[in-house]
């Protein structure tokens, strides 16, 4: 059981239940190498993120040790593994969520303040099309950062309507949608779609090509957004 005979290992693991810091200790390190094991699977020593790997396994052994029960005959390692595993992925998961939320939100303050900016110079709301060009940040991340951020960009729905004015009706439906209901009632790639085509104002054969689909897609993208948009006016 993880490099320990099964008499002594359930002998401390009993003490170790009991309260016996320093059986709980000598199970941790006697099971070290199986920790390493499974933590190189992640990543490599030496690696920016793989102190945060090999503290997560630990944890997984701990949880482990915790969840083990010697009377059902089964291996400690057998158990452990897959335990130490799970807490390895959700740290990753984890990290993987908060990088991206930062960046988000390094893109929010960079929108807000290029929106501060253009406020002063246009004595208005700026359109995202004016924020994207002003940030240099391209449309639908902007608006990505938007639904994220909450009320950290203030386009108001005036913004939104200078740009989709010329949209024909469903430019029309969307000066009478708030951008933040919008953007909740749609899925990304519908959200996508409707950003770059009602508010950037690319032509479906433009949107096509920077999403990296068909124009069919991008249309049949489009009627389900405004559907979407629709019912929830309705």
């Known amino acids: 059981m993880g490099g320990i005979p099964r008499a002594e290992f359930i002998l401390l693991h009993a003490r170790s239940r009991a309260g016996d810091r320093a059986a709980r200790d000598e199970l941790v390190s006697r099971n070290a190498g199986l920790v390493r094991a499974i933590a190189t699977r992640f990543g490599r020593p ?101 639904g994220a951020a909450g009320p950290t960009l203030s386009l108001d729905d005036r913004a939104l309507s200078r740009t989709s004015s010329d949209a024909g009706d469903e430019g029309g439906l969307l000066e009478t949608v708030s951008l933040r209901q919008a953007l909740g009632a749609l899925r990304p790639r519908e959200r996508a779609v409707i950003v770059l085509r009602f508010v950037a104002g690319f032509t479906q054969s433009e949107v096509a090509h920077r999403l990296g689909i068909s124009q069919p897609q991008v249309s049949r993208e489009e009627r389900s957004a405004i559907g979407k948009l629709r019912r929830m006016m309705s």
């Open 46 to 146: 030496g690696d920016a993120e793989f102190e945060d790997v090999e503290q997560a396994a630990y944890v997984g052994l701990l949880k482990a040790l915790d969840g083990f029960d010697p009377g059902r005959g089964t291996e400690f390692s057998t158990y452990a593994f897959p335990v130490i595993v799970g807490e390895i992925t959700r740290c990753i998961r984890e990290s993987r969520a908060f990088k991206t939320t930062g960046r988000l939100q390094e893109t929010a303050r960079r929108a807000a303040s290029a929106i501060r900016t253009l406020e002063a110079r246009l004595g208005r709301s700026p359109t995202i099309a004016e924020v994207s060009a002003e940030s240099g940040i391209d449309p639908e991340r902007i608006v990505e950062a938007f």
